[in-house]
T-cell receptor, first 116, second 111 residues
Framework: GAVVSQHPSRVICKSGTSVKIECRSL??????MFWYRQFPKQSLMLMAT?????????EQGVEKDKFLINHASLTLSTLTVTSAHPEDSSFYIC????????????FGPGTRLTVL | GQQVMQIPQYQHVQEGEDFTTYCNSS?????IQWYKQRPGGHPVFLIQ???SGEVKKQKRLTFQFGEAKKNSSLHITATQTTDVGTYFC???????????WGAGTKLIIKP
């Protein structure tokens, strides 16, 4: 079946640094990718919708200058957390939508970010 | 690599009939989570199962976690139109604590 990968799986960084997270669809082309943030035992909070070749659409309350999203190709989207702070520590999950009759969404395994 | 197989991909039921979706992991899990995604929406967290053999109920929904912590099921009794959507399981691995997602089961209520 379709696979979505994320890299890195876990990252620890110092406050003030930037961290880039990659999301790849391994065996299909994804014109749309989603970035979520999740706190323990809570629902996925949609941060932004990333469309290949165009600017990402951010959800209300998500700072676009802080969470930079680049959907460079049909198989790769990146999320860069700029000037990270401890409150940015979270689990970040991406998903990719596979076009077709079912418009199926496939989820990545997540990236755990810890900002010291 | 680590996988979670979820079946069936689709299930068509008459309103009032039961619905079940199953997840099987290739490795032992730390815990398993279940989500519901309505058409056009985004996944909503339903529950997390942690203990071997655990069974939890939420009204008409029954969640089970297998004794070996490698499989899980979600059963809905007497489906209603509000149950329509895609149900995902996601298992958290012991080794690297990532979430491995099932492909989802789409519940469709026949008109």
């Amino acid at each position: 079946g379709a696979v979505v990968s994320q890299h890195p799986s876990r990252v620890i960084c110092k406050s003030g640094t930037s961290v880039k997270i990659e999301c790849r669809s391994l065996d299909f082309q994804a014109t749309t990718m989603f970035w979520y943030r999740q706190f323990p035992k809570q629902s996925l909070m949609l941060m932004a919708t990333s469309n290949e070749g165009s600017k990402a659409t951010y959800e209300q309350g998500v700072e676009k200058d802080k969470f930079l999203i680049n959907h460079a190709s049909l198989t790769l989207s990146t999320l860069t957390v700029t000037s990270a702070h401890p409150e940015d520590s979270s689990f970040y999950i991406c998903s990719a939508k596979r076009q077709g009759p079912a418009d199926t969404q496939y989820f990545g395994p997540g990236t755990r970010l810890t900002v010291l | 690599g680590q996988q979670v197989m979820q079946i069936p991909q689709y299930q068509h039921v008459q309103e009032g009939e039961d619905f079940t979706t199953y997840c099987n992991s290739s490795t032992t899990l730390s815990n398993i989570q279940w989500y519901k995604q309505r058409p056009g929406g985004h996944p909503v967290f339903l529950i997390q199962l942690v203990k071997s053999g655990e069974v939890k109920k939420q009204k008409r929904l029954t969640f089970q976690f297998g004794e070996a912590k490698k499989n899980s099921s979600l059963h809905i009794t007497a489906t209603q139109t509000t149950d329509v959507g895609t149900y995902f399981c996601a298992g958290r691995t012991r080794s690297n604590y990532q979430l491995i997602w099932g492909a989802g089961t789409k519940l469709i209520i026949k008109p």
